[in-house]
Nanobody, 129 residues
């Protein structure tokens, strides 16, 4: 079965950086996307970034993080990263790695959490002002 394990969260001051990692295993999907989502208490889980495994240059970002966050992957090591720079207190959240099984290679990655069927346990990011 698919297993996703996040790491790299922690506490940092405003303006600082963190790099989250997601170790993926057990994939049997032919075509898939990887995404990073975040969630704060009482709020919905929202996507911050995604990357198309079939087209690694195809990435998308939430407007709130564009230019500060970068998603990337190391296919050989089955790792997905989220480099987060210039962190702000509003970036404080639980961050989750997720996988979306695409129907075809041509499909775009979804921004919706309900399209992603596999999830990690999450890693907490706390940014203080």
């Amino acid at each position: 079965w698919v297993q996703l394990v996040e790491s790299g969260g922690g506490s940092v001051q405003s303006g600082g950086s963190l790099r989250l990692s997601c170790a993926a295993s057990g994939f049997t999907y032919s075509n898939y996307c990887m995404g990073w989502f975040r969630q704060t208490p009482g709020e919905e889980r929202v996507q911050v970034a995604s990357i198309d495994n079939d087209h690694p240059g195809s990435t998308q970002y939430a407007a709130s993080v564009r230019g500060r966050f970068t998603i990337s992957q190391d296919k050989a090591k089955n790792l997905v990263y989220l480099q987060m720079n210039d962190l702000k207190p509003e970036d404080t959240a639980m961050y989750y790695c997720a996988a979306e099984n695409k129907v075809t290679e041509a499909d775009f990655c979804s921004k919706r959490s309900d399209f992603f069927g596999d999830w990690g346990q999450g890693t907490q990011v706390t940014v203080s002002s």
